[in-house]
């Protein structure tokens, strides 16, 4: 009977899992289907879900053709590659200085840093701009990827993952007479890869859809990320949406892509992130 009841949970916890993803899915494979549309078929009434012809690429070749969303594309890789990697690298040094090593007000530090997370990213936009405005970064790929580099997130993520490894790999690595730079890059880092893929794509996606600061940053239309180029696309008194949706699949693709052939590490590494030795 108890053997019964557990079959039963589990099978009503994976219908409730099943209902839930299917409603997650629906509105992105809605947008996917409706690239293919005419604009008629997006405002007809009623609502046509599925298009006249699935070979009708006209939406993707104005994207690529005329509104030229290729030069956008290498905007996004050019910012998104500038800030993962030494986003990675610097917020891991951080996380080990917080989880190895003892200096003053280190806690005090560390909890001062998790506050400003509560900060919301308006309230530093005039300062941030001010500052890239002083250093001469105005509409230039530095001024979006500078700023975007230091992550608490990031940090926390790291550092959680490095206090979970035994402190008797640094120990074997100080009597081998190594320091403190050899010990993270050569022996801790890579011990961390779960956790480093993981908040890797997190910095992946956020860099890729990030949209307020770009937009205060980059006037020049050729250095437009896609998340601009989109905004553009809705018009003041027209918006086409089958051009919308269709700018909405080329943008979103390639995050998709990467989640689905990394999320068993990205899983790991948020999981073994809490994990404290």
């Known amino acids: 009977m108890r053997k019964l009841n557990k079959t039963w949970g589990i099978s009503i916890g994976f219908f409730v899992l099943a209902v839930f993803a299917l409603i997650t899915l629906v509105p992105f494979f809605w947008i996917v289907v409706s690239s293919f549309k005419t604009y008629r078929e997006t405002v007809q009434i009623p609502v046509v879900f ?71 990213i308006q309230m530093i936009l005039m300062p941030r701009y001010k500052l890239i405005l002083d250093l001469g970064l105005f509409d230039s790929y530095l001024g979006i990827i500078i700023p975007s580099i230091p992550s608490v997130t990031t940090t926390f993520y790291m550092r959680q993952q490095i206090m979970s490894l035994p402190r008797s790999l640094d120990e074997s690595a100080y009597l081998d007479g190594a320091g403190h730079f050899r010990i993270f890059w ?92």
Not at 53 to 81: C, M, P, Q
Not at 87 to 115: C, E, G, M, W
Not at 253 to 259: K, Q, R
Request: with cysteine.
């Open 186 to 277: 050569s022996i801790l880092l890579p011990l961390c890869h779960s956790a480093l893929l993981a908040t890797g794509i997190m910095c992946l996606v956020f860099s890729w859809n990030d949209f307020l600061w770009p937009l205060v940053v980059i006037n020049s239309t050729e250095k437009y990320t896609l998340s601009i180029a989109v905004a553009n696309l809705q018009g003041q008194h027209l918006t086409r949406d089958n051009l919308l949706l269709t700018a909405a699949v080329v943008v979103s693709l390639p995050m998709v892509a990467v989640f689905i052939i990394s999320q068993r590490y990205f899983i790991e590494g948020i999981a073994l992130s809490g994990i404290k030795e």
């Open 50 to 120: 599925f298009p006249a012809s699935f070979t009708n690429l006209d939406n993707y070749k104005e994207l690529f053709g005329r509104l030229n969303f290729l030069s956008y594309y290498k905007n996004n890789i050019i910012n998104t590659i500038g800030i993962t990697f030494p986003q990675l690298f610097l917020s891991s040094l951080a996380a080990y200085a917080f989880a190895r090593i003892d200096f003053p007000f280190k806690n005090v530090i560390f909890v001062s840093l998790l506050l400003a997370l509560m900060i919301p």
